[in-house]
């Protein structure tokens, strides 16, 4: 595609209906590893999660250390005794198969890929994210997927824009035309 229209998309939030996903994906953890009423501390957890992912962003702490530590947060702060890392696979693996789309996602992708180049951003799990575009259908519709976890830089740090522009060779296109 000779075109030089690119957009940069988000996935989870923009794409993917994560608040769904998200939601799915704790309510399996705690089945599997026999915490009761996962309803009760949605909560809780989203809220321990939402503070460690504002951390990371600011290189606080690391994606690896985040899966799990979520996790031993929930457990303390509720008294529950739950075994931290099996609830952090669990609940990757239910993220990974949670491919709720919004609406208009693909027929989106699929309307932008005819007219530009597409990049997907994004701060998610490495693992997660290259599942869901595959089992979605929409990695057909993507040139780039750009991930935080393989890249090194954590949005809102602008050097990961310039990696997927990088990566599309966008950059060099626009300092070959003068």
Same mark, same amino acid.
């Given at each position: ?52 992912? %504002?951390?990371?962003?600011? /290189? =606080? ?6 899966? +799990?530590?979520?996790?031993? !947060? ?57 599942? %869901?575009?595959?089992?979605? /259908? =929409? ?6 997927? +750009?991930?935080?976890?393989? !890249? ?27």
């Amino acid at each position: 595609m000779e075109n030089k229209r690119f957009w940069l998309i988000d996935a989870d939030m923009t794409l993917f209906d994560f608040e769904r996903c998200e939601k799915a994906a704790f309510a399996r953890a705690c089945e599997r590893c026999g915490v009761p009423e996962a309803a009760e501390h949605d909560k809780l957890y989203h809220e321990i999660n939402e503070a460690l992912w %504002r951390k990371l962003e600011r /290189g =606080l702490v690391t994606q690896e250390r985040l899966r +799990v530590q979520r996790f031993e !947060e929930f457990a303390a702060q509720t008294g529950l005794k739950a075994d931290a890392q099996a609830m952090a696979d669990s609940f990757v693996e239910g993220l990974a198969e949670g491919c709720y789309l919004f609406p208009q996602a693909l027929s989106l992708l699929q309307n932008l890929h005819q007219k530009a180049r597409i990049a997907v951003l994004t701060n998610g799990i490495s693992f997660v994210q290259k599942r %869901r575009m595959a089992y979605s /259908g =929409l990695s057909r519709y993507v040139d780039a997927l +750009v991930i935080s976890e393989d !890249e090194g830089i954590s949005k809102p740090d602008p050097r990961i824009v310039l990696r997927a522009l990088e990566k599309e060779k966008l950059l060099k296109l626009e300092t070959d035309e003068g």
